[in-house]
DNA sequence: ACAAAAGTGTTTTAACTACACCCATGG
DNA sequence: CCATGGGTGTAGTTAAAACACTTTTGT
């Protein structure tokens, strides 16, 4: 046992803190190749829950803020850098962890992943569809399904979606974004006019070629590209947008 | 200094944790007698920041939840229980606190406050106007504007208010709790027109004696009452509410 | 009777839905 | 020329804002 004698306010007797990262990014699908949404998962190389799949995750280092230490478990993993970054939750429960006490700090990202980046795949790290998952070590099943919800909620009023793509994009690209992270079907002509309406997104001269009809126009995004998101970037002047929708 | 030998994952040599609740309650201003949004703070009573105002807070029990913890720095400075107790960001910042590293995961909640609450006033706990704060100790000036933002964007979306207020009330009182949050003045007919269309309230046969004018109809809160919102909450079937708006 | 809040009705505006239709390109 | 997705127009629906109006009480 430990033995903390004269600590101010012994907060050294808490429980174990470690980050983990739900990693969202979009890939064909194996059969219509339509994107659809992919996490990478890596497999518990120590007990407990030995050989299940996990979030990447580790202990926070003395050195690095949260946040650091999440896009370090993204580099470690897929060696991408995100597109996008934002604190999901402290998972604290009592019996999370069989034997210790261990508080979880989950941040959630988007990535555009890279033909590099997929043939990181290895025995201990593999990608995932995030809709069907097979049971996972610890809670994070549960972790996963709240990520998606904070996800697909974001989508509907937030310009997340450009993460997932490149500098410029189509309309459509977007639109099959929203359409494979909300699982379902959007009404093209007025998903065009709710972009466009939309105050961060500029349509280029340039024109996709090479497609089978017509060429599409090229967009591009032209908000700022936040990286990270954080309380004092939410509340503060510049974000003139107006958050999130639906807890109970 | 700690030594840790042999320990798996090595999370025993994180940053210190410690639990930390933003306490929201109405009460009559001392001016106009129209409510406004107060919260009590704890003077400091060691270094660092010694005698500076903070949010009631401190380390996180062995046996405890992140939100039994939280409920309990409530009970120990306003003898209260929430009404609503929601999880609002884990702070993590490298200087958030001078000398040693602290995590801090921080709640909100909403309380009701009787008079045996307010009496519980000190020299050391003190209630404060929610909008005019002077500096606080640590982060805590940021913590609670962004508690404040999360307060009042869930107001505009969600069925929070009703916490603020007793089982049975009229659809003033409602307004006025709006107003005092949002610090903006609403249309009446409207808004009791809002009201009626959600789901969960309904009126009572009852009507409010007393006042200066024609007696109101009483209404009373008929959705479940959640004093603690967790992401499976969230995320799961019962609750049909479609989250929150805002974040950039 | 009058003041003031409780409560109702009506008009206008904005935003989204559904869907018909035209345009441009590869085959 | 035709199939197909890119892109535009338009009518119907719904929700909210603005505000005039009626009702009911205490004084």
């Given at each position: 046992m430990l033995i903390n004698a004269n600590v101010s306010e012994r907060q050294q007797a808490s429980p174990g803190l470690a980050i983990s990262t739900v990693i969202f990014a979009l890939r064909p699908s194996t059969g219509s190749g339509r994107p659809t949404l992919w996490l990478p998962l890596v497999r518990r190389?120590?007990?407990?829950?030995?050989?299940m799949w996990a979030l990447p995750g580790g202990p926070l280092g003395h050195d690095e803020s949260l946040s650091d230490a999440a896009a370090r478990n993204l580099a470690e993993t897929t060696a991408l850098s995100p597109r996008y970054l934002e604190q999901l939750y402290a998972f604290g429960g009592l019996d999370r962890s069989p034997g210790q006490r261990l508080v979880s700090i989950v941040y959630w990202a988007l990535v555009q992943p890279d033909v590099a980046a997929l043939a990181q795949e290895s025995e201990n790290v593999k990608w995932f569809r995030a809709d069907d998952l097979d049971e996972l070590a610890f809670d994070h099943n549960e972790i996963v399904n709240y990520a998606l919800w904070r996800l697909r909620n974001k989508m509907e009023y937030g310009s997340i979606a450009y993460n997932f793509l490149g500098s410029t994009f189509t309309l459509a690209q977007v639109r099959e974004v929203y359409e494979a992270v909300l699982n379902r079907p959007l009404d093209p002509a007025n998903f065009r006019r709710q972009l466009r309406a939309a105050v961060d997104i500029q349509p280029t001269d340039m024109f996709l070629q090479g497609g089978r009809h017509r060429p599409p126009r090229l967009y591009r995004y032209t908000g700022d590209d936040p990286a990270e998101v954080t309380p004092d970037r939410i509340c503060n002047p510049s974000t003139i947008e107006s958050e999130h929708r639906s807890n109970p």
């Open positions: 190389v120590r007990q407990p829950h030995l050989n």
